[in-house]
């Protein structure tokens, strides 16, 4: 009884603390700065820009970016106000981080390791090949020091990066042939960015950047052999199904793709305290939304994939996941060689996957197996 009347006395001294001490700072005039007073609120309003790398309003991931600036507005009470842009609408897709970067725009929303040829480091914020899924890339950003390296990457470039979503474990991928073993990669022409385009190029392939929008007319064109893209429901949304004979499992590639903002550093610092909290909060928001949208949608389009449009579905055979294992540590190898910031960034993540994998093991793992379907 005397512990449980001293936490009740405890809790009700604290939160009479932080109501004086909100009370204190909203009469102080503080402007946030020194002494750790809240900003004060002035009331100015911001019309600001967001450019995507994603076709306008696209399914879920470009939803996600709509549904972030709505919730912005929502939560500012109309004074931050977010216009955004679909890939091509004001910018070129892949130039939306250049944009960014010089001022033109104050925000963009897409994936770091599009931006591999400026910054290699950034690739380990998206998707490492046979890295963590969107759960261990959730505790590496949040809970493992992953975003402060994040924030410190991109600082050089003027930008500030909040994960903004996940796409959950992709699919391997279309393709027009059936892959039997690791000879059939060989001249293999696939639409494939980031570490896995490298890992694919080192296993005698051809890794193609394009956009989402050109990759259906050069799949069916021939200007490309295969193509991985995201999973069952953008795939089937897609029509990949219809110019394409095999679909492959798993996504060894991308195991749990973060999905980035980005905004431009002196744009950022310019917005009250509470205003940049509530980006914050829209940007935790849209990160939880994506990921629960892919898990609810992926099963119910795979379904149809196979039933209604008689798509072969195919896993990647053992040795052909050995074979891309063995390159994606040759890769990372090489990378981590030629850039210190890679280097510093790739130990960092593969310490925590290594921690957080062994804790997966007796928990995620163990009860997965006990659970899981037999077919």
């Given at each position: 009884?005397?512990?449980e009347?001293n936490?009740r006395?405890?809790?009700?001294?604290a939160a009479?603390?932080?109501?004086?001490?909100?009370?204190?700072?909203?009469?102080?005039?503080?402007?946030?700065?020194?002494?750790?007073?809240?900003?004060?609120?002035?009331?100015?309003?911001?019309?600001?820009?967001?450019?995507?790398?994603?076709?306008p309003?696209?399914?879920?991931i470009?939803?996600?970016?709509?549904?972030?600036?709505?919730?912005?507005?929502?939560?500012?009470?109309?004074?931050?106000k977010?216009?955004?842009?679909?890939?091509?609408?004001?910018?070129?897709?892949?130039?939306a981080?250049d944009?960014?970067?010089?001022?033109?725009?104050?925000m963009?929303?897409?994936?770091?390791?599009?931006?591999?040829?400026?910054?290699?480091?950034?690739?380990?914020?998206?998707?490492v090949?046979?890295?963590?899924?969107?759960?261990?890339?959730?505790?590496?950003?949040?809970?493992?020091?992953?975003l402060?390296?994040?924030?410190?990457?991109?600082?050089?470039?003027?930008?500030?990066?909040?994960?903004?979503?996940?796409?959950?474990?992709?699919?391997?991928?279309?393709?027009n042939?059936?892959?039997?073993?690791?000879?059939?990669?060989?001249?293999?022409?696939?639409?494939?960015?980031?570490?896995?385009?490298?890992?694919?190029?080192?296993?005698?392939?051809?890794?193609?950047l394009?956009?989402g929008?050109?990759?259906?007319?050069?799949?069916?064109?021939?200007v490309?052999?295969?193509?991985?893209?995201?999973?069952?429901h953008?795939?089937?949304?897609?029509?990949?199904?219809?110019?394409?004979?095999?679909?492959?499992?798993p996504?060894?590639h991308?195991p749990g793709?973060?999905?980035?903002?980005?905004?431009?550093?002196?744009?950022w610092?310019?917005l009250?305290?509470?205003?940049?909290?509530?980006?914050?909060a829209?940007?935790?928001?849209?990160?939880l939304?994506?990921?629960?949208?892919?898990?609810?949608?992926?099963?119910?389009a795979?379904?149809?994939?196979?039933?209604?449009?008689?798509?072969?579905?195919?896993?990647?055979?053992?040795d052909?996941?050995?074979?891309?294992?063995?390159?994606?540590?040759e890769?990372?190898?090489?990378?981590?060689e030629?850039?210190?910031?890679?280097?510093?960034v790739?130990?960092?993540?593969?310490?925590?996957r290594?921690?957080?994998?062994?804790?997966?093991?007796?928990?995620?793992?163990?009860?997965?197996?006990?659970?899981?379907?037999?077919?």
């Open positions: 009884m005397g512990e009347f936490r006395k405890f809790v009700k001294a009479a603390a932080a109501g004086s001490a909100l009370l204190a700072g909203c009469g102080s005039g503080g402007s946030g700065g020194g002494g750790g007073a809240p900003g004060v609120i002035t009331g100015k309003k911001y019309e600001w820009n967001m450019v995507t790398t994603w076709p309003h696209f399914p879920v470009g939803e996600a970016a709509d549904k972030l600036a709505q919730w912005v507005d929502q939560m500012s009470g109309g004074r931050l977010i216009k955004v842009y679909g890939g091509g609408e004001l910018v070129p897709p892949l130039e981080f944009n960014v970067r010089q001022g033109t725009v104050e963009g929303h897409g994936a770091a390791y599009y931006w591999a040829g400026k910054v290699p480091a950034a690739q380990f914020f998206a998707a090949p046979f890295g963590m899924n969107a759960q261990g890339m959730n505790a590496w950003l949040y809970g493992g020091g992953g402060e390296l994040w924030q410190e990457v991109y600082g050089q470039f003027g930008l500030v990066p909040m994960p903004a979503g996940n796409s959950g474990v992709q699919m391997g991928g279309w393709f042939k059936e892959i039997n073993s690791a000879q059939d990669l060989k001249g293999l022409k696939m639409r494939i960015p980031g570490l896995g385009g490298k890992v694919i190029a080192k296993a005698g392939g051809a890794a193609i394009s956009p929008s050109e990759i259906y007319t050069n799949l069916e064109r021939g490309i052999d295969a193509t991985e893209w995201i999973g069952p953008h795939d089937l949304l897609m029509g990949f199904h219809k110019i394409a004979k095999y679909y492959y499992t996504g060894w991308e793709t973060v999905i980035e903002m980005f905004i431009n550093k002196a744009k610092e310019s009250e305290p509470d205003l940049q909290e509530i980006v914050r829209a940007a935790y928001r849209s990160n939304w994506m990921l629960s949208q892919f898990e609810a949608l992926n099963n119910d795979l379904q149809k994939l196979i039933g209604e449009h008689k798509v072969q579905l195919r896993r990647f055979p053992d052909v996941l050995a074979t891309l294992r063995k390159y994606t540590d890769v990372l190898q090489e990378l981590i030629k850039d210190a910031t890679s280097k510093k790739y130990e960092h993540f593969d310490a925590f290594k921690k957080v994998g062994a804790w997966a093991n007796h928990s995620e793992a163990a009860y997965h197996s006990l659970v899981a379907p037999s077919k």
